[in-house]
């Protein structure tokens, strides 16, 4: 684990149920992403991508599907109880993990600055999220 990951606190998040639980380092202020693409506009989803080692599985493993479409390279995963997708492995980072910001225990954050991004046409955009899940 570098020095900057380790400076960096775990915040917590999980499901609705509370069947899935996890952990993602992230500073007190974060950029995160509004997607306006047809999974993400109709689930609400705020992106904050990550590096894979910036976050951990602590409970629910068996409790995760998953769902796969188009290019079938991002793999949405749901609960199976209550059916929020709080986390998954994007389509632009599949070496990552995009966490839903609103998925997250948030009383840690200290500056939140959401950025539009063009999902709808995602081919000419995905390059703007290049560095979100370097460490």
Known sequence: MTGEIAAM???EGGCHCGAVRFEVA???AVEIDECNCSICAKTGFLH???PRSRFRLIAG???VVEYRF???VARHLFCRTCGVKSFYV???HPD???VNFRCLDRSEFTDVTVRPFDGIHWEENAGMLAALSED
């Open 9 to 11: 606190p775990w915040h």
């Open 26 to 28: 992230a500073p007190a």
């Open 48 to 50: 904050l991508i990550v």
């Open 61 to 63: 493993e068996d409790a």
């Open 70 to 72: 188009n290019t079938g």
């Open 90 to 92: 994007p389509r632009s």
């Open 96 to 98: 990552g993990i995009s």
